[in-house]
């Protein structure tokens, strides 16, 4: 019977994603954050006596140049070695662009797996066979796992890879590999790495992505952490997902239908906020507030947005000591137009009439969102990048924008047929 732990992608000292524009944007706690997540790592793999450490890739974040990062990260594996703890280690895509990577030495208990070919390094106590192959370059598109070895009878066998598995939203296609082709493989557990969200693809045998250590920005929500397997006496290994994380990263849906003041949405907000502190007790929060639904309060909200935010950013400052920090608030609220009696002639009609047809005709619905390109490429890069960027060429995202449009016309046209 032992223990050892499965973690991947700990981007040390990781770039912030432009937290520094972000006024009241604890920027400090952020910087030291992924250190302090593997520091965490270090102290739970000592205080669980783990027989060793798997790290399936990207150690760093692509090219460092400054050596601190290495020297930090070494002087923790030392303290591995000082507990008698080894550490079985694939470099990723990113540790491959990485010139530290290349060049620093660590302590002897430390096993990082050649890139030319896969290999196996093994243990006595207890018998484990560790079999993987690093990056040797930052984009790997062929199946890697394909050529690992066959598993050594007598052995608890663990294949460690670097993957996009069958592909994920927002991770480049690398060393792409099936459940199924892995599966066959004969190993007792797979330990993955790249894709930053925990996932189990298997669990017969255990094919695992424990996600990254630390979220670093708001495409990267929820605990984060790694894998604390334990394997019984019949080589049973069962798992147990870690929190490693410092700082955490959460939405917050605010559902704004039936509120008639903006006070009251700001009431609402508030109230999903402390919902939050009370979901992750002990731990700061940045949140992104996202509001939505229909409402009476859409153009109180629309007249003076900077005014609500601020209503919004007071608030959380008083939630839970101080413990929430408001990334940003996007207000995606509707007049509400039931009830009202839209007429089918004029300018309304006609405008019902098109929006109908953009609707049903996606050519039509293309031919519209065109004559935005000019606008399109005059745009800054961030109001483009991320998860929550414009998306022209989204056909989803190009709905809903329509969809925001045609409310805000009618409800302007039909005040302006009523006449002051």
Not at 23 to 43: H, S
Request: aromatic fraction near 8%; charged fraction near 25%; charge should be negative.
């Amino acid at each position: 019977m032992f223990k050892f732990i499965h973690a991947a992608d700990i981007h040390l000292d990781s770039p912030l994603h432009r937290l520094d524009a972000y006024e009241g944007a604890p920027a400090d706690e952020f910087r030291q954050a992924t250190r302090r997540a593997f520091e965490n790592l270090v102290r739970l793999a000592v205080d669980a006596q783990a027989a060793f450490v798997l790290i399936a890739g990207d150690l760093y974040d692509g090219d460092w140049r400054d050596y601190n990062t290495g020297l930090y990260l070494a002087a923790r594996m030392g303290r591995l070695k000082e507990a008698g703890i080894p550490v079985f280690v694939i470099a990723g895509n990113h540790d491959a662009a990485s010139r530290i990577s290349r060049t620093l030495r660590f302590p002897d208990n430390v096993r990082l797996f050649p890139a030319d070919r896969p290999s196996t390094f093994s243990l006595d106590a207890p018998r484990v066979a560790v079999h993987g192959q690093s990056f040797a370059t930052p984009s790997v598109h062929r199946d890697l796992s394909a050529e690992y070895p066959a598993p050594i009878p007598g052995c608890f066998n663990i294949g460690l890879l670097h993957t996009c598995a069958t592909g994920r939203a927002g991770h480049e296609p690398y060393a792409p590999s099936t459940p199924e082709a892995l599966g066959h493989k004969g190993y007792d557990y797979w330990a993955l790495g790249h894709v930053h969200q925990h996932e189990v693809l298997s669990n017969d045998p255990p094919i695992v992505f424990p996600g990254n250590t630390q979220g670093r920005h708001i495409r990267e929500t929820g605990a984060k952490g790694c894998v604390l397997v334990q394997v019984d006496e019949a080589g049973r290994p069962s798992l147990e997902f870690t929190p490693l994380d410092v700082v955490r990263w959460v939405v917050a849906d605010v559902e704004a239908t039936g509120t008639r003041s903006a006070y009251e949405v700001v009431d609402r907000t508030r109230q999903s906020l402390e919902a939050l502190v009370e979901a992750h007790p002990g731990m700061p929060l940045a949140a992104r507030v996202l509001i939505g639904g229909e409402t009476a309060a859409h153009g109180e909200l629309l007249a003076d947005p900077e005014r609500w935010a601020s209503e919004i950013r007071s608030g959380a400052t008083e939630i839970g000591d101080g413990r929430i920090w408001v990334e940003k608030i996007r207000m995606d609220t509707r007049a509400p137009v039931e009830g009202l009696t839209l007429p089918r002639t004029g300018a309304v009609g006609e405008l019902l009439e098109l929006f109908e047809t953009l609707a049903q005709d996606p050519a039509a619905r293309q031919e519209v969102l065109a004559e935005l390109d000019d606008l399109q490429k005059k745009l800054p890069r961030e109001l483009l990048d991320g998860g929550d960027g414009l998306r022209f060429d989204d056909p989803q995202w190009s709905s809903g924008l329509l969809e925001r449009v045609k409310q805000m016309l009618v409800r302007r046209l039909l005040h302006k047929e009523e006449g002051p």
